[in-house]
């Protein structure tokens, strides 16, 4: 682990694997289990950083694939690099592209050495390899950067699976030898697709590269919750205890709190800003689409336990009213409340898990409807 | 004038008409010159309320045609009034919807009583007269109501004209009759269309009903600049000296510069955040087409001399990068500049007139491009 980055394991769960962490970068201190906030393109939709702060983003990620695209990587790293660019001084993770080279192209053809693609904006030609997906990480300047994995589909074959998983292993000694900034860190990446030993064999062999933190990828891609948390149970005793563990791509508050119980430190998903823009909120009363008609005259906030901006200052028949007539202000209140909603529910899990009452916080939490 | 509110002029310009005043209303003071975003439907397009205190906006408008439609002037009346409803404590000034229901329906049906429309929206039937058009307000709750005019286009024939300044005075009668809020009062409004003597006329038959302030309207509809500032030239000595003067639709600073020199005190106008979301901004330099490639790698901000949240926080380059993923926070920060830099140009204006300066203020700032 490098100077800059360190973690410490605060407190365990006594009856379950949850853990209380910090995770300590150049640009700040991460208090675990935490939620990130997905800015895909250098700005997490409709918010500010100042909304970001406010809402208490502890890290936030960015994606390697759409800015590689747009506005190029060159120009992130003569900006001075990411923060500098989108105005974010606390930390950044960058995903390095594998997810979307594949499930955005679908002319992409795979080799060995890497990934061929199409741009999926004007259709020109591009070449990601684990060297180059690294060396433009390095460019863009995260502190947390990812391997470049190949994250394969659920329902493929054991054979398939197993070329895959062997794949992303490859890759994995190939991104290891770029050097990156100072300020920055790699995190391997788990595959194994849904073969109980597919995953064991890649946790193994990922695990002599994880020097600061490690993810679990490919779960949450459209099979059915019970599959990954059997699987994550069974992968639990093996998973590193002196650093984080990222689940990447879990934003639905049962989800989340039910990998955190499992020994998961960090997550991330698009998923609370996506349905904001949609009219959709997390509320301790279960969720709440904000168009429906029985809001009209509820003047009442959306969660009246909730402390955001949103929530503070305007009622549902007020966001009701946003979301009728398509005024951006809607998509924007909602994406602050549900992000708010989510690092709540993180910030209230820690709580839990320092008293050993984690059984407890899920149970409660798994009645509030989804 | 009612008790709460009320006008002084602190200052008038030796050399030309500026003045600088203050305005005060039950929900703030107003220093004029000013400069009032447009919120038509409850909300400044993209904004939030906390960055309107941020760019120091004194006053916002909304719409009584838009509100009356969505969500319904019952609807606000319920949740408290506009002030409530939206999550904003300062001055709002309401359209009376006048102008939307000439400018967007095509179905309209004039008559000497009112008119009868068809909603944009949904193709419904529905009727202003005056009396409803004021009760409509009432139920809204902005501070200061517009009395229901007819504002007649450019370049119709002078009985067309005459009908349409005697039927706004008739229509004016009928609006003063109705009792508002406590904390409501009425500005009439000004018509005659272009031809200079129903504005004289216009003018002199409003002024037994302007109680509080005066507005200008059918202005800025499509003429050449130089029209109306002739016509404002020849009004201006019979402008009431002790009440505000407002110039409605007026947005772009080489006209309200100009405006204000001849007597104008308050302005509004969608221009800066329809501009802004568009990729447009005002700038000390001129206006600047943020898209623009030769802004790729321009990491300095839109107005160095701006003091805005976006000038403060961001770069062209990265605004740029926005506007060209279409980001929604591209359009926002344009907004907050714009509207930044309009507030700013009347703040520097006062000065200016308090120094007698007026005259070169506005000669520097008619060499800036737009």
């Known amino acids: 682990m490098k100077n800059k980055f360190s973690f410490k394991v605060l407190h365990t769960c006594k009856y379950t694997g949850a853990r209380v962490g910090e995770l300590i970068t150049p640009n700040g201190i991460i208090n675990t289990p935490v939620f990130m906030p997905v800015g895909t393109r250098a700005t997490v939709k409709s918010l500010s950083p100042q909304e970001l702060h406010q809402v208490q983003a502890q890290i936030i990620l960015a994606n390697n694939y759409h800015l590689y695209l747009r506005p190029g990587v060159d120009i992130v790293e003569a900006a ?7 105005g974010w001084d606390k930390p950044i993770l960058t995903d390095s592209g594998g ?19 199409s741009s999926h904006i004007d259709g020109s030609k591009h070449f990601f390899s684990p060297k180059l997906a690294m060396q433009s990480q390095r460019s863009l300047g995260a502190n947390i950067v990812m391997a470049f994995d190949h994250c394969s589909e659920y329902g493929i074959s054991y054979s398939e699976a197993q070329k895959s998983t062997i794949r992303t292993l490859n890759w994995l000694e190939e991104c290891a030898k770029i050097e990156l900034k100072e300020h920055q860190i790699m995190f391997p990446i788990v595959q194994g697709n849904f073969f109980m030993d597919l995953r064991m064999h890649s946790l193994r062999e990922t695990l002599p590269f994880a020097k600061c933190g490690l993810a679990i990828g490919g779960f949450s891609v459209g099979e059915p919750t019970k599959i990954w948390l059997d699987m994550l149970l069974k992968m639990q005793e093996h998973l590193p205890q ?16 039910q990998a955190v119980a499992r020994g998961i430190d960090m997550c991330d998903c698009v998923l609370p800003t996506r349905i904001a823009r949609n009219g959709t909120a997390f509320s301790s009363q279960g969720k709440i689409v904000v168009k429906n008609n029985k809001y009209k005259a509820d003047f009442s906030p959306l969660d009246p336990s909730c402390d955001c901006y949103c929530c503070k200052n305007f009622s549902k028949a007020y966001l009701r009213h946003l979301f009728n007539v398509d005024e951006i202000l809607g998509g924007r209140c909602l994406s602050v ?15 839990a898990i320092y008293n050993n009452d984690t059984v407890d916080f899920i149970k409660t939490h798994m009645e509030i409807s989804e």
Chains 1, 2 share one sequence.
Request: no cysteine; hydrophobic share 40%.
């Open 242 to 257: 002196n650093m984080p563990r990222y689940f990447m791509g879990l934003g639905n508050p049962h989800g989340l709190i």
């Open 99 to 117: 997810y979307q080279v594949f499930s955005l192209n679908s002319l992409r053809k795979l080799t060995e050495d890497g990934v061929h693609f």
């Open 80 to 86: 001075g690099g990411l923060h500098k660019f989108m």
């Open 337 to 351: 409340h549900n992000l708010r909603y989510l690092i709540n529910l993180m910030t209230n899990m820690r709580k």
